[in-house]
């Protein structure tokens, strides 16, 4: 019974810590460091297939606006609570050029319920699946999730971001405005 019970509690700490996918995560949202592009890097272009089966670039939307890249999945519950913060803020900035680009990791195994997620949540940013993983090798190589990226207008890397915690859309949205200074 004790066993069980450790079991559980180091299943709690990892689920509260993250959604995984690679070491460092967990603790609250941070800056990124390691792997994938660094702050202040120029953005590489990448073309994928969005949920409605169009192509989706990156360079479509540099020199625009501020673009956020947020690599999730549908089975990482803080993925899905920074994603509803990031709708609201997407909605409130896109006049003036700012975009959310929801980039799912999710495997063969989960890949079917992206659609559904997004379509129950209500999300109208762009949202295409990584299955071959081109984006996620540039910018999240270790596939993390939550990772999100906040690109410039000047297609600048100016902020990593690995996890989140309730509240961080906050400091999120600040970043967000410095961008689009």
């Known amino acids: 019974m004790r066993a069980f019970a450790g079991a559980c509690c180091v ?26 592009l660094a702050t202040g890097a120029d953005a590489v272009d990448f073309t994928l297939t969005d949920i409605d ?4 670039t990156l360079s479509k939307y540099l020199g625009k606006g501020p673009i956020l890249i947020s690599f999730w999945a549908t089975w990482c519950k803080p993925c899905l609570g920074e994603l509803e913060h990031l709708q609201r803020i997407y909605e409130a900035k ?6 959310v680009l929801a980039i ?13 997620t997004v379509r129950s949540k209500g999300w109208t940013f762009p949202v295409a699946v990584d299955g071959e993983t081109r984006a996620a090798s540039l910018y ?11 690109i410039d207008k000047r297609g600048k890397v100016v902020v990593r971001r690995e996890n989140y915690n309730p509240g961080d859309e906050k400091a999120l949205e600040a970043e967000i405005d410095k961008a689009m200074e």
């Open 140 to 150: 999240n190589p270790r596939r993390a999730q939550p990772f999100s990226l906040l």
């Open 94 to 99: 896109k006049d003036k050029g700012f975009v």
């Open 104 to 116: 799912s990791l999710d495997g063969p195994e989960t890949e079917a319920s992206v659609v559904p």
């Open 11 to 36: 299943a709690a700490a990892l689920a509260l810590a993250g959604c995984g996918g690679g070491a460092g995560g967990g603790g609250g949202a941070k800056a990124a460091s390691g792997d994938g």
């Open 53 to 56: 089966g169009n192509e989706l």
